[in-house]
């Protein structure tokens, strides 16, 4: 009975020894557990992302801000690029399609420009004003179909004057644009007159306005589109009144050296 008891109490130790290594193991599992918890959770929260970047890694920069309006290209460009809209040239060997018809923003009096012309001619306009002068867009952009209208009316008051046909449409077009040749349709152009005087004749010259839109209109990027003496390049009579937006840099020699856009662009080709 003695050696059954002894062995009893033998086994129990060990039980008991087995049971405290066990806790004793377990409480080490969890407390290295919670030191790796620890760390992973500092890494993830106490410090910022960070992304090693190989020589092989291609970098994405931002996109660039858009050029401003008024920035114009430092190389020569030529006539037949029309990707450059401001140096667009239109005219009898150079017409444009049926349906072209660009983005446009309404003046005060409602007449419509192109919209990224809008901004250098209201500046024109109201630094004018601070002079004194009173500049008045009487003409700007006509769709096709307007331009259509106005041919065929002049057209057929040359035909009441006695010319033929074919006389009336060829004295038609050094007055009116024929519809595809004409600016306006670019939205780019625009007849400018003084308020005080609104037509469209040499007359103009003698207006303020007119004589302070000769000296400064290349400041804003526009030009004498039809000046005079040019006729014979140009294909249009001289008309003081009409300007066209070219951009600061081309209207500054254009206006000048008193040469035509036609000319201007000639020499980039």
Same mark, same amino acid.
């Given at each position: 009975?003695?050696?059954?008891?002894?062995?009893?109490?033998?086994? &129990?130790?060990?039980?008991?020894?087995?049971?405290?290594?066990?806790?004793?193991?377990?409480?080490?599992? /969890?407390? /290295?557990?919670?030191?790796?918890?620890?760390?992973?959770?500092?890494?993830?929260? &106490?410090?910022?992302?960070?992304?090693?970047?190989?020589?092989?890694?291609?970098?994405?920069?931002?996109?660039?801000?858009?050029?401003?309006?008024? &920035?114009?290209?430092?190389?020569?460009?030529? !006539?037949?690029?029309?990707?450059? +809209?401001?140096?667009?040239?239109?005219?009898?060997?150079?017409?444009?399609? /049926?349906? #072209?018809?660009?983005?446009?923003?309404?003046?005060?009096?409602?007449?419509?420009?192109?919209?990224?012309? #809008?901004?250098?001619?209201?500046?024109?306009?109201?630094?004018?004003?601070?002079?004194?002068?009173?500049?008045?867009?009487?003409?700007?952009?006509?769709?096709?179909?307007? !331009?259509?209208?106005?041919?065929?009316?002049?057209?057929?008051?040359?035909?009441?004057?006695?010319? &033929?046909?074919?006389?009336?449409?060829?004295?038609?077009?050094?007055?009116?644009?024929?519809?595809?040749?004409?600016?306006?349709?670019?939205?780019?152009?625009?007849?400018?007159?003084?308020?005080?005087?609104?037509?469209?004749?040499?007359?103009?010259? !003698?207006?303020?306005?007119?004589? +302070?839109?000769?000296?400064?209109?290349?400041?804003?990027?526009?030009?004498?589109?039809?000046?005079?003496?040019?006729?014979?390049?140009?294909?249009? @009579? #001289?008309?003081? +009144?009409?300007?066209?937006?070219?951009?600061?840099?081309?209207?500054?020699?254009?206006?000048?050296?008193? @040469?035509?856009?036609?000319?201007?662009?000639?020499?980039?080709?």
């Amino acid at each position: 009975m003695n050696k059954i008891n002894s062995a009893k109490k033998n086994l &129990s130790r060990q039980n008991y020894r087995r049971r405290q290594r066990r806790v004793k193991r377990n409480r080490f599992i /969890a407390a /290295a557990l919670l030191v790796l918890v620890g760390v992973v959770t500092y890494k993830l929260f &106490s410090k910022p992302e960070q992304t090693t970047i190989t020589p092989n890694t291609p970098v994405i920069q931002p996109p660039s801000s858009p050029p401003s309006l008024s &920035s114009v290209p430092t190389q020569p460009v030529n !006539q037949t690029d029309q990707s450059v +809209w401001y140096l667009m040239l239109v005219n009898q060997d150079n017409l444009l399609s /049926a349906d #072209y018809q660009p983005n446009t923003a309404e003046l005060l009096n409602g007449q419509r420009v192109d919209e990224r012309i #809008y901004d250098h001619l209201q500046n024109m306009i109201s630094d004018a004003k601070q002079q004194g002068l009173s500049l008045v867009v009487c003409s700007a952009y006509r769709p096709r179909s307007l !331009q259509e209208e106005l041919y065929q009316e002049q057209v057929a008051a040359e035909m009441n004057n006695g010319h &033929s046909r074919s006389e009336a449409e060829k004295i038609a077009g050094t007055t009116v644009a024929v519809p595809g040749t004409s600016e306006h349709q670019t939205g780019l152009a625009v007849d400018i007159v003084a308020l005080d005087y609104q037509l469209l004749d040499e007359g103009v010259m !003698q207006t303020d306005e007119v004589k +302070w839109l000769y000296q400064n209109c290349q400041k804003y990027g526009f030009i004498v589109r039809y000046p005079e003496g040019k006729s014979d390049i140009t294909k249009i @009579i #001289y008309e003081p +009144w009409h300007y066209r937006y070219v951009g600061v840099e081309a209207a500054t020699e254009i206006m000048q050296r008193n @040469i035509t856009l036609e000319e201007y662009l000639a020499e980039r080709q």
